[in-house]
């Protein structure tokens, strides 16, 4: 494929507000899970939640949009000079040559979560207040986002649970490539609701200590919230030595069951055979994997297979999600993020939260923290139903 480079990328988690601080965090090894107490939720497990959300007030022409999900999209919209860089980009190329390509599992539901707090005790009715397509409505981010930039190109969500904000890559391109658009928005943006927490927790999934990913005493997620947002543009002619290019992607879909993945994680070796041939790399070729890495125990063990099977055990990975939680729909945005924070800084952020490794998957996991020259990474995203998706992301040449 012809990659495409990234001009410009932020995100806020709840381990910091835009790159510094995420890096910071990373490097320190800092947590951002703490104690459930959002909202009225009774449950025994811990969130990753950002901070200053609630503070954050939607833009005065854009107040139809207010629910936390767009609130927590404005938030890291401010961050790294995102928006100037963006404002410029749509300047320079057109309004309508720039497209929006995001990714969300719950949107704006927390908004709807509170109107039912309010129904007409008679009637049921909604608060008048409540405005479905701007709030809860799955693409209200995207239009928020258009709208934030006087966008005209294509604005679209993508909404496959925990795969969404990576597989927004592959729908940026294929317009690019097209010739569509010439530049797009992508990322993701998932906020904490009640649906998720409990939802979650009713399968099973929520554990009630913070997440450790791929240790043997793993007992499952911790759900954060985060925003990711990444500048993608045709390559230059001559790039630099130091751009980040989109160098390939692979999806698949392996239709396993509705919550867990194939036990065999023949669905996740395809996204990943598919992202080194998109980008004529092989396994070897690749510095360091982000891994998906829930910490529940069946999706650890399917992913570690997988990897395994189309890595060995030489190439160094690890999950981050036991610092920033999991993100869902902003998952693989923000993790995209951090790969290309590893680039940069030649620094592969190990799995933190965990001091034994399953030693039955067989994979190079890092628990510690190591500085090495990193070009090429690749980061992993599995969702609900098998929707997977690989990223490659590297320097040129």
Known sequence: MNPLLLSHYTATSAIGHGLEKNLASLRGRTTGLTLCDFDTVDLDTFVGAVAGVEDEQIRHDLRDYQCRNNQLAQLGLRQDGFTSAVQATVERLGHDRVGVFLGTSTSGILQAELAYRHRD??????????????????????????????????????????????????????????????????????????TTLYGFNSLGLVSAQPCKPFDIDRSGISIGEA????????????????????????????????????????????????????????????????????????????????????????????STKGVTGHTLGAAGGLEAVIGALAIRHDFIPGGAAGTRLDP??????????????????????????????????????
């Open 121 to 194: 005790p008679a009637s049921g009715k909604l608060p008048a207040d409540f405005i479905y397509e701007t709030t809860q409505n799955c693409s209200s981010v995207s239009d928020f986002v258009r709208r934030y930039f006087s966008i005209t190109g294509p604005a679209m969500v993508v909404s496959t649970a925990c795969s969404s904000s990576a597989k927004v890559f592959g729908s940026a391109y294929r317009m690019i490539e097209s010739g569509m658009i010439d530049a797009a928005i992508v990322g993701g943006v998932d906020s904490l609701c009640l």
């Open 227 to 318: 925003a990711a947002f990444i500048l993608l543009e045709r390559a230059p002619v001559d790039p630099g030595s130091d751009d980040i290019m989109l160098l390939g992607f692979g999806e698949s879909s392996d239709a396993y069951h509705m919550s867990s993945p194939h036990p065999e994680g023949f669905g996740a070796s395809k996204a990943m055979e598919v992202a080194l041939a998109t980008a004529g790399l092989a396994a070897s070729d690749i510095d360091y994997i982000n891994l998906h890495g829930t910490a529940t125990p069946s999706n650890d063990t399917a992913e570690g297979a997988a990897t395994s099977r189309i890595f060995g055990d030489s190439v160094p990975c690890s």
């Open 360 to 397: 039955s998957i067989n994979i190079d996991y890092l628990i510690d923290n190591r500085t090495q020259p990193v070009s090429r990474i690749a980061s992993n995203s599995f969702g609900f139903g098998g929707t997977n998706c690989s990223l490659i992301l590297g320097q040129p040449g």
